[in-house]
């Protein structure tokens, strides 16, 4: 079957180019059979509770199943089509039935608590305690210690959750894909950027159709919002996209109801387990100990930010009344009258910062920043890809060996689901041989494809963007653990996984970076040293209004899974509502639907735990602060980040490896400086 199979093919990388929907089905079944069988062989009283007899067993044959079925969700996440889609669904109670009923086994669950009390315990290497400790916590928090009847409804639980989390992010892809505008004049897109209007010509000459054609993927819609002068199009644009997936589109889309039941499910998950809410039950593998911990720290925050934020709006609004005669500013004028202030503010747009940012620079800049701090090679790979746009590359150590690789996958397109991220395509471990296993990533964005010839051209938001999801990979990639359990994000808490992605966006704020990695796109002229000093001049600009944005998502979120009753009388909405009007500065409409895409916390791991961008925000910047001292781009404290944090994954905990390279516990005084909140706001 492994033969012709390639989704039972282990000996290298995925091969992407054979896999099609029908693979899927009967590698299931084998990989299922095969830990099955494995899972019966380790169950017997007679098997020693020993590493090389227990753990290493199970990790081998779990390990298939991870990546089989991880590339089969990836699949599902970059290149949805009808087939696809119904294989994954038809396979995902079956995964998921295993893994629940893994988490549940009690043999295994007494083979770990006999290993934890063993005379060898002691023996184990760090990281092999932590993985015993970690797998005790989760078998606690996967319900092994429930009676039979609980275990069983907690497993209708996971498969039910695990349904409508797809349900829920397959109806954003479909409310988001089916949305198009169509315009044929023209004088419609005044203001728009040249490169906007003809990567839309573009796609409505794709579809057979004539003038220009616009979507809800972001590169497509944003740069209506921000530059179209006609107002009535950019409300028409900011309506379609604040209801997606709502009760006002088409009712089999709406995930309204998915919300409610996932909320109800969680809720019971966490009675069953003996939790007071949902959120509890997430921060106990997390930094932060309580849900009231990570509410105060919120709250904190938006009362050190909401004085910078009203400042910002007030600006604003006072700017779109007396330059562009709206009185009355309204959600779909705000990025348009703020990139007018920027303009009039700092003298340059974002439009014209974009056009030094051509890919091919911008690559070759990050692997520059990647090799200076950590010095390592990035070179171009091969491998078979599932789509002509993806690239593939290797990174290596200065005397040739091989650490790890990536594929990159930059263009918004149909069939792709909507964001940035890094996935787990392998993870490093020494294999039975005694070879080393070396870690490979998935790099996935949505950002503006090329058009008219010319290379792709990000907008600096874009750069900070690929700098950030590489700081996920690096983490992946550059780990020095040989224990798959704790090896590279593995086993990191979820409240300290962004700290290298938000390190690493500290640099593109760099001279010494932007330097090497810009051009502009027709003149191949670096980006002039005047241009750079105003965009650090707007670094902070609306930084206020940017933050309690964040803290707004956050708040609802943990408030939603601590603070709320499912079947209670005040709905979902209200409890927006409620925390907008504590920490927001601008009111959305009432018709706007934020919480049906918000996949993070529906679809995407992020339940109770939004708030880890802002947390490790604060570790971030405090680690960055570390290269301040030492004046930016230093190659000897890229090595300390790399020896006490990338290196190290998931070994030991994430306060102790920030702790070992900083010397001390994290500040927040970092990160207010950063986002220019230190000075007090005038009155």
């Not at 107002?231 to 089999?252: C, D, M, Q, T, W």
């Not at 039950?281 to 930010?305: C, H, Y």
């Not at 007018?340 to 990050?366: C, N, T």
Request: charged share 25%.
């Amino acid at each position: 079957m492994s033969n012709t199979n390639p989704l039972l093919d282990f000996s290298g990388l995925p091969r992407f180019g054979d896999i099609k929907p029908e693979h899927i089905t009967p590698a299931l079944d084998a990989l299922l059979a095969d830990c099955k069988a494995t899972v019966d062989q380790l169950e017997s009283p007679d098997l020693p509770a020993d590493w090389d007899s227990f753990v290493t067993p199970l990790d081998d044959a779990t390990e298939k199943l991870g990546r089989a079925w991880g590339i089969v969700g990836h699949l599902n996440s970059v290149a949805d089509t009808p087939e696809q889609r119904a294989a994954y669904n038809e396979n995902l109670p079956r995964v998921t039935e295993f893994w629940t009923a893994l988490s549940q086994n009690e043999a295994l669950y007494g083979k770990y608590k006999a290993l934890r009390a063993g005379a060898g315990y002691e023996a184990l290497n760090g990281a092999r305690r932590k993985i015993v400790e970690n797998s005790l916590r989760d078998f606690r928090l996967g319900g092994a210690e429930l009676a039979d009847a609980a275990k069983e409804r907690f497993a209708e639980i996971q498969e039910r959750q695990a349904e409508l989390s797809q349900k829920f992010s397959e109806h954003v892809l479909d409310a988001t894909n089916a949305w198009t505008l169509h315009i044929d004049d023209e004088a419609d897109l005044a203001g728009l950027p040249d490169d906007a209007k003809q990567a839309a010509a573009e796609r409505a000459k794709a579809a057979d159709k004539t003038g220009f054609l616009f979507t809800l993927h972001f590169p497509s819609y944003f740069p209506l919002l921000q530059y179209a002068d006609k107002r009535e199009l950019r409300e028409k644009v900011y309506h379609a996209n604040a209801i997606r997936a709502s009760e006002f589109g088409p009712a089999e889309l709406d995930n309204t109801p998915l919300i409610k039941e996932l909320l109800a499910l969680r809720a019971e998950e966490a009675a069953l387990l003996g939790y007071a809410s949902f959120a509890e039950v997430s921060l106990v593998p997390k930094m932060a100990e309580t849900p009231a911990e990570v509410i105060g720290f919120l709250r904190d925050l938006a009362v050190r930010a909401k004085p910078y934020a009203e400042r910002d709006v007030a600006e604003l609004k006072a700017f779109a009344k007396v330059e562009l005669g709206l009185d009355d500013l309204k959600p779909w004028d705000v990025a348009y009258a703020s990139e007018k202030l920027r303009e009039k503010r700092y003298s340059f747009s974002e439009h014209e910062v974009k056009q030094y940012f051509p890919e091919p620079k911008v690559l070759a800049g990050l692997f520059r920043v990647i090799e200076t701090l950590f010095s390592v090679r990035v070179k171009p790979d091969e491998a078979p890809v599932w789509h002509p746009d993806v690239r593939f590359h290797r990174i290596e150590s200065l005397d040739g060996r091989l650490l790890g690789q990536f594929y990159i996958d930059l263009y918004a397109r149909a069939g792709k689901r909507s964001g940035a991220w890094m996935d787990d395509a392998r993870g490093r471990r020494i294999r039975a041989d005694g070879s080393v296993q070396t870690p490979v990533a998935y790099l996935t964005c949505n950002f503006s494809a090329p058009v008219g010839g010319k290379p792709a051209v990000f907008t600096h938001d874009e750069v900070l963007t690929l700098f950030h999801e590489f700081g996920h990979g690096l983490h992946h990639m550059l780990t020095r653990v040989e224990e798959l359990g704790v090896a590279g994000i593995n086993g990191v808490e979820w409240d300290a996984v962004e700290l290298p992605s938000q390190f690493m966006e500290n640099f593109c704020w760099e001279w010494e970076v932007l330097s090497h990695m810009t051009g502009h796109v027709d003149s191949g002229e670096p980006l002039p040293r005047a241009l750079y000093d105003k965009m650090i001049a707007a670094k902070n600009f609306q930084a206020g209004m940017q933050t309690v944005r964040q803290i707004e998502f956050s708040l609802f979120d943990m408030l939603l899974h601590s603070d709320f009753d499912p079947a209670g009388e005040v709905g979902v909405q209200q409890l927006l509502d409620t925390v907008r009007a504590e920490v927001a500065v601008l009111i959305p409409p009432e018709w706007n639907r934020f919480q049906n895409s918000f996949s993070h916390i529906f679809a995407g791991g992020y339940a109770a735990g939004y708030y880890s961008y802002k947390w490790a925000e604060v570790l971030s910047a405090d680690a960055y602060g570390k290269f301040e001292e030492r004046g930016g781009l230093d190659a000897a404290t890229g090595a300390e980040f790399l020896e006490t944090i990338l290196s190290v994954g998931g070994s030991r905990p994430a306060l102790d490896s920030f702790v070992a390279f900083r010397g001390r516990k994290p500040s927040i005084d970092a990160l207010l400086r950063h986002n220019g909140m230190t000075e007090p706001v005038a009155a």
